[in-house]
């Protein structure tokens, strides 16, 4: 008969068995800190990468006591209720401020921690995680949207459009097609199975035309192919990676914000908050406050390559379709000339320099950011009333950045400014 270990050696071997233990949890530990996880294959970012839309001091090209009192004789006007405004100039955040209240009367100011919704800046959102889907070859951008289990339907030759046609308002269909019956509360899906019915307005991938239920086909993509739903996925891989903590994909997300502000009809006119453009995620559907939109213009700038890549930016940002101007148009809208569209984005020249952004608008807010790519320097504002007068501040701000004469963009009561001085050394 053969006899078993003694105390002593048990002790030893049960010892040497924990510490081989402890070192393979060590490695696995390790192995898991340097790996992204996976959620159904696509890969999550674990740590956010730490920007910031804290204002730096240093010398700036822009005037910013000369912007700040532009800003309070806009907040003067009958029809301004809050405002907030973020700026960056040569990738340094400069200028960071809310204006004026939450709710009028209410004495409750807007800090830049006040929510706002962004309307169709969220469009950018929605094109970069397409994007970054492809990136990972979960989808290909040139792939019909027909493979792609959407109920996306549209009228003639249309088996081939792409995602990237969608994307880029490339369906050749009437703009903001059936917006109306969005409005009246139809379902947003249904009505997406029904544009096929629309006459064609273009062939297919030939032309722009804005929309609202076409893009957010993009919703479909994205859930279909993570399995989550589209809010989860915009926070995992971009809001919480990019330290965006107040940022939110619905009426939930926004009214128990801390601060939020209340949307305004003209005249100061309160009114309430509807779910119908939360009902199309894609194209309309995201919360935050003015730090979280400065930290998304700097990821749009390049500041997160390890969010949104380099070579996602070009495909992002690059101008795929020329955008005929329509309608009246006020002197800025004129004055930003060469305008294209992308994927979710804008662009324009503005005075020789090449421009990128979107402009927002759902009933009782506004939203706007544009941005300078090659300069890394822009500018993001989000008010809560449905006078857009304050978007023409981005020209006053690029005007001051680019040394130009001042123009009296805003033309509110009061705001003439007085001649340029002349050059120095050309006094006669």
């Known amino acids: 008969m053969r006899k078993g270990l003694g105390r002593g050696k048990w002790l030893v071997f049960g010892s040497a068995v924990a510490l081989a233990l402890i070192a393979v949890a060590a490695l696995i530990y390790a192995a ?23 204002p730096e001091p240093g010398p700036t090209a822009v005037d910013y006591a000369r912007l700040d009192a532009r800003i309070r004789l806009l907040m003067l006007q009958p029809d301004m209720v809050g405002f907030a405004i973020g700026t960056v100039e040569k990738g340094k955040v400069r200028f ?4 004026g209240e939450v709710l009028a009367g209410s004495g409750e100011a807007v800090t830049p921690d006040t929510v706002f919704r962004w309307g169709s800046v969220s469009k950018g959102v929605a094109s970069s995680l397409v994007v970054k889907l492809a990136e990972e070859g979960r989808l290909s951008l040139d792939a019909p949207i027909a493979s792609m289990g959407t109920t996306l339907t549209l009228p003639g030759k249309s088996a081939k459009l792409s995602i990237a046609d969608v994307l880029s308002h490339r369906v050749g269909i009437v703009k903001n097609a059936w917006d109306d019956r969005l409005e009246r509360g139809e379902d947003p899906k249904q009505i997406r199975r029904e544009l096929g ?3 064609a307005y273009c062939p297919p991938s030939t032309c722009y035309q804005y929309q609202n239920i076409s893009f957010d086909a993009a919703t479909e993509v994205i859930e279909g192919l993570t399995a989550q739903r589209y809010a ?11 330290g965006m903590t107040s940022a939110s994909v619905d009426r939930h997300g926004l009214e128990t914000a801390k601060s939020w502000a209340r949307p305004h009809r003209m005249a100061r006119e309160i009114t309430s908050v509807n779910d119908i453009y939360y009902g199309v995620p894609a194209a309309g559907g995201v919360n935050s406050s003015i730090r ?16 949104l890549s380099p070579a996602a ?4 940002h690059r ?21 294209h569209y992308g994927l979710g984005w804008r662009s324009f020249t503005y005075q020789g320099h090449h421009l990128v952004g979107h402009r927002g608008f759902v009933d009782g807010y506004g939203s706007l950011m544009l941005f300078d790519p090659k300069d890394q320097s822009g500018i993001v504002m989000l008010w809560n009333s449905n006078w857009g007068r304050g978007s023409r501040l981005q020209l006053e701000f690029f005007d001051h950045l680019y040394g130009l004469p001042p123009t009296d963009w805003l ?18």
Not at 96 to 99: K, L
């Open 197 to 199: 019915t629309l006459p």
């Open 32 to 54: 898991l800190q340097r790996s992204p996880t996976l959620t159904d294959g696509v890969p999550a970012i674990r740590k956010p990468v730490g920007l910031s839309a804290d």
């Open 411 to 428: 033309e509110v009561p009061g705001s003439k400014l007085p001649p340029a001085p002349p050059p120095a050394g050309n006094s006669r």
């Open 232 to 242: 989860t996925v915009a926070h995992d891989r971009l809001f919480a990676p990019l």
């Open 292 to 307: 979280d939109l400065v930290k998304w213009m700097r990821a749009q700038m390049g500041a997160a390559p390890a969010v």
């Open 319 to 339: 101008p795929r379709i020329y955008t005929p101007p329509h309608g009246r148009r006020s002197d800025m809208d004129k004055a930003l000339k060469d305008a």
């Open 313 to 316: 930016l070009e495909t992002l």
């Open 96 to 99: 960071v401020r809310g204006y």
